[in-house]
Nanobody, 123 residues
């Protein structure tokens, strides 16, 4: 059974940091493009960050550029999202996802999803 399991969410004050982890099981994802998405209540799921299979290429939404960093460890079949300088607008459920080899910001093109982890930033 293929699974992506996120962890690391929580409640943090504005200006604080969190590190999200996504552990994959059931098959290796070292050849997959991995992404982080988020969804706030009443809003559409949006792309946050993505990383190529080798880890050599990353992409970010403009809203998080310079504050968030995506990384991966293929030996551990895991992907991470370091979130710094958090603001209340970052409050959302965060999901990791996997797709084929290439970059995409469309959540519709991702094949595997985790269950999400909640991030709440207080002002």
């Amino acid at each position: 059974q293929v699974q992506l399991v996120e962890s690391g969410g929580g409640l943090v004050q504005a200006g604080g940091s969190l590190r999200l982890s996504c552990a994959a099981s059931g098959r290796t994802f070292s050849s997959d493009y991995m992404g982080w998405f988020r969804q706030a209540p009443g809003k559409e799921r949006e792309f946050v960050a993505g990383i190529s299979p080798s880890g050599g290429s990353t992409r970010y939404a403009d809203s998080v550029k310079g504050r968030f960093t995506i990384s991966r460890d293929n030996a551990k079949n895991s992907v991470y999202l370091q979130m710094n300088s958090l603001i209340p607008e970052d409050t959302a459920a965060y999901y990791c996802a996997a797709r084929g080899r290439f970059y995409s910001t469309s959540y519709l093109s991702y094949d595997y999803w985790g269950q999400g982890t909640q991030v709440t930033v207080s002002s």
